[in-house]
């Protein structure tokens, strides 16, 4: 398979590339006049649950950034709806579960997904994309991590301190282990069929994760990462895990059985892949910087690339998303300067 060979999948495997590649999370987006202007017209999960226009902005954004890899335009919430879940996106407030998940009783209402693709408009969106998408470019698919999606249950959206999510984990363990098996099953269903589908690597988004102690996510979140990782990755398709703020997490993260680390920029790329040992990263300039002048995208680039010094494995993307403010044109200027340092 051409796609074998790409720089994103060789960097997945650790092999040396001629150059670094690149592609940024949420590269699909508000920053984009092309997504606003079909924004103006669906809302998001018409947007999310169309293949044929999410596999418009999936392509679109590959195509006119020159990125290394696309990555499937979705949502990590929407697996909760097949769960039994009550999922809504608010404009002011984000996304909204009017039934969270509070109790013994609400986690055995749940409804682990006994459908092989509990997502099939996503699945129909892959093949889509990957048809459309050139031959040799691979293509990503994701989920979010069981820890996340259990905290967006159980706070019923966005939370500052998740305190209802580690009163539960906490207090009521065996309950905590009955919702994240339920979770795990699902996600591991929607990753299998994306993979099917025809994504070429995945990511796993533990936007939360950071909110824990190492001693809890030991506890309570690496047994389920293990479970669900092993359950996907195979030989030809790579797992990158990707949590924000986890800098006192990041040996454990690897003890997953992930193939890449995903880095936030709150953390040095060159001491801390050093400290991760042999294991390809991901990351890390702060998507802030892309409001910066061009000068200062390329010199904070070049500092990334630099630490990296060669050493085979490393993926440059941002830190987290892409914000709503960029300009498109600075994103171009991070991605030439990316492609042309080594040159």
């Known amino acids: 398979m051409i796609r074998r060979e790409s720089l994103f999948l060789k960097a997945c495997r650790n092999e040396k590339t001629k150059r670094t590649p690149i592609w940024l999370m949420r590269q699909a987006g508000r920053y984009m006049k092309e997504y606003r202007d ?3 017209k669906y809302g998001f999960t018409q947007l999310c649950k169309n293949p044929d226009l999410a596999t418009e902005v999936t392509v679109h ?20 709806e097949p769960m039994g879940l009550d999922l809504t996106y608010s404009k002011g407030d984000g996304p909204v579960i009017a039934n969270p998940v509070r109790s013994a009783r609400d986690i055995t209402l749940l409804k682990p997904t006994a459908r092989v693709d509990p997502l099939p408009f996503l699945s129909r969106a892959i093949r889509q994309t990957r048809r459309a998408l050139p031959d040799d470019l691979p293509l990503i698919g994701f989920s979010g991590a069981p820890f996340t999606l259990a905290s967006y249950m159980i706070e019923g959206g966005s939370s500052k301190n998740f305190l209802h999510t580690k009163l539960l984990m906490q207090n009521a363990p065996k309950d905590w282990a009955a919702l994240m098996q339920k979770v795990t099953h699902s996600l591991t269903a929607s990753l299998k069929a994306q993979i099917k589908a025809g994504a070429d690597a995945i990511q796993i988004f533990d936007s939360w994760v950071g909110c824990l102690s190492p001693e809890d996510y030991r506890l309570s979140v690496l047994p389920w990462m293990k479970k669900l990782i092993q359950s996907v990755k195979t030989a030809e398709i790579p797992v990158i895990y990707f949590g924000t703020q986890t800098a006192g997490l990041l040996t454990l993260m690897k003890e997953t059985g992930a193939d890449v680390i995903g880095l936030d920029w709150r953390v040095d790329l060159g001491a801390t892949w050093k400290t991760l040992g042999k294991i390809p990263v991901q990351g890390n300039l702060d998507p802030a910087t892309l409001l910066a002048p061009p000068a200062d995208i390329r010199r904070q680039a070049w500092t990334i690339l630099k630490a990296v010094a060669g050493k085979p494995g490393h993926i440059f993307n941002l830190g987290h998303g892409v914000l709503p403010q960029t300009p498109v044109d600075h994103a171009r200027i991070l991605i030439d300067t990316v492609k042309e340092f080594h040159a």
């Open 38 to 40: 079909l924004r103006a």
């Open 61 to 80: 954004a590959a195509t006119t950034l020159g990125v290394d890899a696309a990555i499937i335009f979705s949502d990590i919430l929407l697996i909760l």
